[in-house]
C-alpha cells in the first residue's frame, strides 16, 4: 500500500482586475477590491494564521494575480481603502441605533459593526496596510505555498494570435512575483484555467513548474492519463499539469449541489445598500452616492424564491460545520475508492476562486478552517501543496492537455461571444503593433523608452479577460466597454506618437500617473 493514502491539494486563485481612478474622489468599482479585502482576504489571512497558531497541519496553495498585487500595494488605495472601511463603521453604528428594537436585526448590526471595527485594526494595526507581508509571512510558514499568474489575467488561448502577447503576459506575471515576493514562482495560474496545445513551452521557458488545468484538459489529452485527473501530466515541455477534480468542484461549486446554496446561509443580493431609501446610504457609500453593496446583508437565502427570512449567525456556522465534515468523509470515500481501483494514492487537484470564500460565500471561510482542521484529525487522507506534490512524486506520464477552460461548456465562450468578439481583432492588431516597435526601438532611453512602455501597459490591460468577461454577462458592460476602448485608444496614441517621433511629454505623464502598475516593465519581451 503507499505511504499516503490519498491527498487533496486546496488551490485558492486571487484575483481582480486593475481598477483605480485617481481622478476622480471615490469611484465605485474601486469597491469590488475594498469588498474583496474585507470579506475574503482578511477572513483567510485569519483562518491560516489561527491554523498555525494552533499547530493545525494544513497546506494550501494560493494564487495572488499581479493586477491584484499591484492594488494592494499602492498607497492611493490603501488610502482609499482606509476610508471605506471608515464609512462602513459609521454606516454599521447608525444601523446599530436603528435596529436597536429589533430582535432579528439588532444583533446583525452589532455584528456588522464589530467586524468592520476588526478588520480596521487588523488592516491598519497589525499588517500596517500591507497584505502582501501577510501573505509572504504565511508562506514562510511552509503551510501556504504562493504560485503567480498572467499580467492582467489575459485569457492567453484567445491572445495566442500573437506569441509575444502571450510571452509577455507569462513573463511579466514571473517578474512581478519576484518583484513582490524575492523569490520566483513555481506555480502559474493559468487565467480561468485556460489552456492550449504549445502554452507549455512558453511557461516552461519562463521557468514555470507546474499549472492547472479543467478536468477535461487531462481527460482529452493526446494520450489517455492513466490515472485520470488523480495524477498530473507533464507537458511535452516538463511543465506538471493539474487537472480539477470534478467531484470535488461539483460539491463546492455547484448552484444545485453545492454547499453555497444552502438555505441557511447568507443571502449574498440581500443587501441594505438597495433595500435603505438612498438618502440614507449616501454619506456612507463611494460613486456619488450611488446604491451599491454594503457588505451589510440582514437575510439569509432561504429558498429559490424572492422571500426572504432573517439571518441565523448560529445556524449559518452550525451548517457550515456540518458541510465540512460532510466533504472530509466525502473525499476520504472517494479516496478510498480511487485507491482501490488504481492500486496507488490518488491526489484530488481542487482549485477555487479566493473570493468565494467569503465575498459570495459569507460561511465559507468558516468552512475552509473545519474542513483544514478535521482534514488533520483523520488519516484518510491528507492536504498538500503543488510543489510538495512534485517534489514526493517526481515521474509522471507525459502527454499534451487538450485545449480547454473552466469556463462555460468548458472552452472560451463566455470570452469570445457574439457580445465580446469585437475585442479581438483590436487586441490582435495592437499586438502586432506592439512587436513592430519594440524590435525598431529596441534600445530606446529616455522619453521613447517611457513611452513604449506604457504602450504596454495600456495593451496588457485591455487583454485583460475580466472585460470581456463582464460585457458577456452583461453586468456592468458599459464600465467594461470603457474601459477596453480606453486602454486600445492610449496604446493608439503612444503607438502613433512613438512612430512619429514626437511625444506629447505631459500627456505621457497624465497616463503614466493613471495606469502605474509594473514600474519595472521591459517591452523588449516582445522582440
Known sequence: MPADPGLLALVLQAHLPWVRHPELESFLEEDWLFEAITETYLPLLDVFERLADDGIRHRVTISLSPPLLNMLADPLLQTRYERYLEQRIGLADREVVRTRHDPAFAPLARHYLTSFRRAHETYVGRYRRSLIAAFAALAGSGNVRLMTSAATHGCLPLLAVNEQAVRMQVTLGMHEFRRFFGRSATGFWLPECAYYA????????????????????????????????????????????????????????????????????????RDIGFDLPLDELRP?????????????????????????????????????????????????????????????????????????????????????????????????FRLTTLDEYLDAHPTH????????????????????????????????????????????????????????????????????????????????????????????????????????????EVRLTAVEAADNLFPTIDPTCYA
Open 198 to 269: 504549445g502554452l507549455d513551452r512558453i511557461l516552461a521557458d519562463a521557468g514555470v513548474r507546474y499549472c492547472c488545468v479543467d478536468t477535461h484538459a487531462i481527460e482529452l489529452a493526446s494520450s489517455p492519463p492513466v490515472y485520470g485527473v488523480h495524477a498530473p501530466l507533464f507537458c511535452p515541455s516538463g511543465v506538471a499539469a493539474f487537472g480539477r477534480d470534478a467531484e470535488c468542484a461539483r460539491q463546492v461549486w455547484s448552484s444545485v449541489e453545492g454547499y453555497p446554496g444552502d438555505f441557511d446561509y447568507r443571502e449574498f443580493y
Open 284 to 380: 456612507f457609500v463611494s460613486g456619488a452616492g450611488a446604491r451599491t453593496f454594503t457588505g451589510i446583508k440582514y437575510y439569509r437565502v432561504t429558498g429559490p424564491g424572492d422571500h426572504k427570512e432573517p439571518y441565523n449567525p448560529d445556524w449559518a456556522r452550525a451548517k457550515a460545520e456540518l458541510h465540512a465534515a460532510h466533504f472530509v468523509e466525502s473525499r476520504a470515500r472517494q479516496v478510498a475508492r480511487l485507491r482501490d481501483a488504481s492500486g496507488r494514492a490518488p491526489l484530488l487537484t481542487a482549485p477555487f476562486d479566493a473570493e468565494l470564500f467569503g465575498h459570495w460565500w459569507y460561511e465559507g471561510p468558516t468552512w475552509l478552517d473545519s474542513v483544514c482542521r478535521r482534514v488533520a484529525a483523520q488519516d484518510a
Open 397 to 504: 506520464q507525459v502527454a499534451e492537455p487538450n485545449t480547454s477552460s473552466w469556463g462555460f461548456k468548458g472552452y472560451h465562450e463566455i470570452w469570445l461571444s457574439d457580445a465580446n468578439d469585437w475585442i479581438y481583432g483590436h487586441l490582435h492588431h495592437a499586438a502586432d503593433r506592439m512587436v513592430a516597435l519594440t524590435r525598431r526601438h529596441r534600445h530606446a532611453r529616455g522619453l521613447v523608452k517611457r513611452a513604449l512602455d506604457q504602450a504596454a501597459r495600456e495593451l496588457l490591460l485591455a487583454q485583460a479577460s475580466d472585460w470581456a468577461f463582464i460585457i458577456a454577462r452583461g453586468t456592468v458592460v458599459d464600465y467594461a466597454v470603457r474601459r477596453t476602448t480606453e486602454h486600445l485608444e492610449r496604446f493608439g496614441q503612444l503607438a502613433a506618437e512613438i512612430e512619429r517621433g514626437a511625444i506629447d
